[in-house]
């Protein structure tokens, strides 16, 4: 087991290493001529014991890690932030990963849903 569990470690730190930063993901969609994204928030779902409240979202019922996403408008994923508690808010986990600052200085027009109303910068709410 300890061997398996090394190896999913290994594994994630290399895509990790791999992966784009936010800055360098959104200079490469303005330079793959982007004109706007889409940012979403999604819980993935994760076993915990009823006890462990931080991971727990109420909005679904279930525990979970609330990662955020940018994405071109064919839903080609741009960059994936870090994960957080399932409980946290969209438009927190938004703020805690910077990612409204970086569209902004960006100046990528970005369409989100409701969760993230209230946001600063070029981001279009319903």
Do not use: C, F
């Amino acid at each position: 087991m300890a061997t398996a569990w090394r190896y999913v470690e290994e594994t994630v730190a290399l895509l990790r290493a791999r992966a784009p930063k936010l800055d360098h993901a959104l200079r490469n969609a303005a330079q793959d001529g982007l004109h706007y994204l889409v940012l979403a928030g999604m819980l993935i779902p994760i076993e915990r014991v009823r006890a462990d409240r931080p991971s727990y979202s109420a909005k679904h019922r279930m525990h979970g890690m609330n990662i955020q996403v940018i994405a071109s408008p064919d839903g080609t994923i741009i960059w994936v932030s870090g994960s957080l508690p399932g409980s946290t808010h969209d438009l927190t986990a938004a703020r805690i990963w910077a990612v409204l600052r970086a569209l902004t200085q960006a100046g990528m027009l970005t369409l989100a849903d409701k969760g993230y109303q209230g946001a600063e910068g070029p981001v279009a709410t319903p």
